[in-house]
């Protein structure tokens, strides 16, 4: 919060050692990786994002074999807490690693990270990174640069998420 990202990063990291429960794991991704986006440490994020959605995975087969996990609440002194469900934070996850592959030029990747985030949560939750109408316009300029038209129509035109993005923007349905 003081802006000094650097150092918070650092205590981050050393707070890994500390991480004895999956959610614990995520909460200190979720925290590498907002303080590595404002550095723009784009492999940074990139690799924090790996490492959340394992987390996530370990998480999921602990519910599937029956181990009682710790439920998701918000931690008050973390910059940024686990909030809500598990699917906001794997959209924001998406959002954080679309942005940092379109920074390191991977446009592809970065299309198929941001088609996968939720429109309801890119319209309410993700004022901080990017809003619905940046998104889509990202997705279009990336995919007309990577994809095939085959490709665009299948995954952008034709999906029912997508479909909800392009509404906001009836110009960039247009020039898809």
């Known amino acids: 919060d003081a802006g000094d990202f650097f150092n918070a990063l650092r205590c981050y ?3 890994r050692d500390y991480c004895v429960t999956p959610r614990h794991m995520i909460t200190m991704c979720m925290n590498v990786i907002k303080a590595s986006f404002y550095l723009q440490n784009w492999s940074n994020v990139l690799s924090y994002v790996n ?3 394992q987390s996530f995975e370990s998480l999921e ?4 074999s029956g181990t009682p996990s710790t439920p998701s609440t918000e931690t008050a ?3 940024y807490s686990v909030i809500g469900s598990d699917a906001l934070l794997t959209s924001r996850l ?8 379109l920074a390191t030029k991977r446009y592809k990747l970065a299309t198929r990270h941001l088609l996968s985030v939720s429109f309801e949560h890119c319209s309410t939750n993700f004022q901080d990174l990017i809003s619905p109408q940046t998104l889509i ?3 279009c300029l990336c ?4 994809f095939e038209r085959s490709e665009i129509y299948r995954l952008i035109l034709m999906s029912p998420n997508a479909k ?3 509404e906001l923007e009836p110009t960039i349905r247009d020039i898809l």
């Open 143 to 146: 995919s007309l640069a990577t």
């Open 13 to 15: 990291v050393r707070s």
């Open 164 to 166: 909800q993005y392009l």
């Open 61 to 64: 087969s602990a519910a599937k």
């Open 94 to 101: 998406k959002v954080y690693a679309g942005i940092a592959e």
């Open 137 to 139: 316009q990202y997705v």
């Open 77 to 79: 002194g973390s910059s």
């Open 51 to 53: 490492k959340a959605e």
